[in-house]
């Protein structure tokens, strides 16, 4: 069965750069969901998407914006890179976000360093 | 504030033992309740989901029961195996809090042969 695709599943970055990371839903899922867990840590939410409308924010820091497109693809993007933004970024889909009960589904992340 | 809290944050056990993982949350109002794994530097794996109407869920060698009332949910593992040696993380998703989940600090799991 189709997964959650991140990409990249590695990104070295320096100080003050930009990253990017993408996300591609499973097939005919509608939400996307962003998550960050630092080392040692439980993941933490940032943001997500519901049919290309943002549904929810949460720890997202002003430097980081994300948007879900027409193919429900969704993209991170972070600005102003710090060290402490050197996390692993989790991908969710499901299908529906409002009302009960769906299933979270997490794609393997993205393992950003920044340097 | 809407916390889970699981203990305890590690444990070890000999293979082939019968073991159960603890999560608690502080608000009884939950959509569903998800149990995940992860390996060390992985993604996260979701085991079972249990929606806030049920009362546990089954697969494998895996039952989750989950408690409203008393904001707790337990993750029984039968026969514990070395491959179940992993970081288990449950997961709640509140009726007042969108479609976030908002996640236990784990239970390192490590089962010795």
Same mark, same amino acid.
């Not at chain 1, 879900?68 to 600005?79: G, P």
């Not at chain 2, 546990?56 to 895996?62: A, F």
């Not at chain 2, 904001?71 to 970081?87: N, V």
């Given at each position: 069965?189709?997964?959650?695709? !991140? &990409?990249?599943?590695?990104?070295?970055?320096?100080? +003050?750069? =930009? @990253?990017? $990371?993408?996300?591609?839903?499973?097939?005919?899922?509608?939400?996307?969901?962003?998550?960050? /867990?630092?080392?040692?840590?439980?993941? !933490?939410?940032?943001?997500?998407?519901?049919?290309?409308?943002? &549904?929810?924010?949460?720890?997202?820091?002003?430097?980081?914006?994300?948007? !879900?497109?027409?193919?429900?693809?969704?993209?991170?993007?972070?600005?102003?890179?710090? $060290?402490?933004?050197? @996390?692993?970024?989790?991908?969710?889909? &499901? $299908?529906?976000?409002?009302?009960?009960?769906?299933?979270?589904?997490?794609?393997?992340?993205? +393992?950003?360093?920044?340097? | 504030?809407?916390? %889970?809290?699981?203990?305890?944050?590690?444990?070890?056990?000999?293979?082939?033992?019968?073991?159960?993982?603890?999560?608690?949350? #502080?608000?009884?109002?939950?959509?569903?309740?998800?149990?995940?794994?992860?390996?060390?530097?992985?993604?996260? #794996?979701?085991? *079972?989901?249990? /929606?806030?109407?049920? +009362?546990?869920? =089954?697969?494998?060698?895996?039952? @989750?029961?989950?408690?409203?009332?008393?904001?707790?949910?337990?993750?029984?593992?039968?026969?514990?195996?070395?491959?179940?040696?992993?970081?288990?993380?449950?997961?709640?998703?509140?009726?007042?809090?969108?479609? +976030? *989940?908002?996640?236990?600090?784990? =239970?390192? $799991? =490590? %089962?010795?042969?």
């Amino acid at each position: 069965a189709a997964g959650v695709i !991140q &990409s990249p599943r590695h990104l070295i970055k320096e100080k +003050r750069e =930009t @990253a990017t $990371l993408k996300c591609y839903p499973i097939p005919r899922h509608d939400t996307v969901y962003w998550y960050q /867990q630092g080392p040692g840590q439980d993941p !933490q939410f940032l943001i997500s998407f519901y049919e290309k409308m943002q &549904s929810d924010k949460g720890s997202i820091p002003d430097r980081f914006s994300a948007q !879900q497109f027409s193919d429900y693809h969704s993209e991170l993007n972070m600005s102003s890179l710090e $060290l402490g933004d050197s @996390a692993l970024y989790f991908c969710a889909s &499901s $299908l529906g976000a409002l009302g009960r009960g769906y299933e979270q589904y997490f794609g393997p992340g993205t +393992r950003l360093t920044v340097t | 504030k809407q916390e %889970v809290t699981q203990i305890p944050a590690a444990l070890s056990v000999p293979e082939g033992e019968n073991l159960v993982l603890n999560c608690s949350f #502080t608000d009884s109002a939950i959509y569903n309740l998800q149990w995940f794994r992860q390996d060390p530097g992985k993604g996260l #794996t979701s085991l *079972l989901l249990i /929606q806030s109407s049920q +009362r546990e869920q =089954t697969s494998g060698r895996l039952n @989750a029961s989950l408690d409203k009332s008393s904001g707790r949910s337990t993750l029984y593992i039968a026969a514990s195996q070395p491959g179940d040696s992993a970081t288990y993380l449950c997961a709640v998703r509140w009726e007042t809090s969108g479609s +976030r *989940l908002t996640f236990g600090e784990g =239970t390192q $799991l =490590t %089962v010795n042969p």
